[in-house]
């Protein structure tokens, strides 16, 4: 994805802060998947993500961004609108009632509704299941029920970290960055390319090898000894991935 850096910025900034992995070694996983049922309202924490409550089932806000959010077609059918509205601290528990969504926002529902499914850099396909489009200021925004959200959630605890496997040392994605006045200087150590990829939900098991084929014949270098042990990959010549070190002794 070629970006300006105020983009790549964000993206480095969610790479670093989230992800989740299957390994027995250093893994990072996604909160738990909540165990309510969708007809009782889930314990209220400080601050929620925006949810729903409409026709006896609660909806949290799954994806705003417009390019990711299905367009309305015949499969969505008008529900109405926001009749009242809650804080994000509080759960929606009134019919047509909102948190974190303006009154009068238009309700779409499909009990066979597309989503589309992204982790991180990732496209994962799609998965079809309950689910409404909210219209707000010409503005959509996909809520998922709960039942819906418990089964993404698992899809997405099988997917591995963005990792790259080096001399036994696996490193994991930390942060991507592009442009500025980077330069190559002598202290760079380069050490190969990236010569092979597993599937995202496997860790690599050669060295050089990856789980994402975007980075696939990217050279490979340790970063000054002075900085940190950590690498860099460049994936092409204004994109570089940052790794840090995730555990050693692989293999």
């Known amino acids: 994805m070629k970006k300006s850096i105020a983009l790549i910025l964000a993206v480095a900034l969610f ?14 996983t996604l909160p738990p998947a909540p165990t309510h049922d969708d007809t009782t309202p889930p314990a209220a924490p400080s601050a929620r993500p925006p949810s729903v409550f409409v026709n006896d089932t609660y909806y949290q806000i799954f994806e705003s961004r417009q390019s990711a959010v299905p367009e309305l077609d015949e499969s969505w059918d ?3 609108t926001v009749q009242s509205e809650v804080s994000l601290s509080e759960t929606p528990t009134g019919n047509f009632q909102a948190s974190g969504s303006g009154i009068g926002a238009e309700i779409y529902h499909s009990y066979d509704g597309r989503i589309p499914l992204y982790y991180m850099d990732d496209y994962l396909g799609e998965k079809y299941g309950d689910s409404i489009i909210v219209v707000f200021n010409g503005q959509r925004s996909l809520y998922i029920s709960n039942d819906v959200r418990d089964e993404i959630y698992r899809i997405f605890d099988t997917v591995q970290l963005h990792c790259l496997l080096v001399d036994g040392d696996m490193y994991k994605l930390r942060s991507i960055a592009g442009g500025g006045d980077f330069s190559l200087s002598d202290s760079y150590i380069f050490l190969g390319e990236v010569n092979s990829a597993v599937s995202l939900y496997e860790l690599p098991t050669e060295n050089l090898q990856a789980n994402r084929e975007l980075v696939i014949g990217a050279k490979v270098y340790r970063l000054p000894a002075d900085e940190t042990e950590d690498i860099v990959v460049f994936h092409d010549s204004n994109l570089r991935y940052y790794y840090a070190r995730y555990f050693t002794g692989v293999g």
């Open 15 to 28: 790479v670093v802060l989230a992800g989740c992995g299957n390994s027995n070694q250093g893994k990072d």
């Open 78 to 80: 008008y529900l109405g």
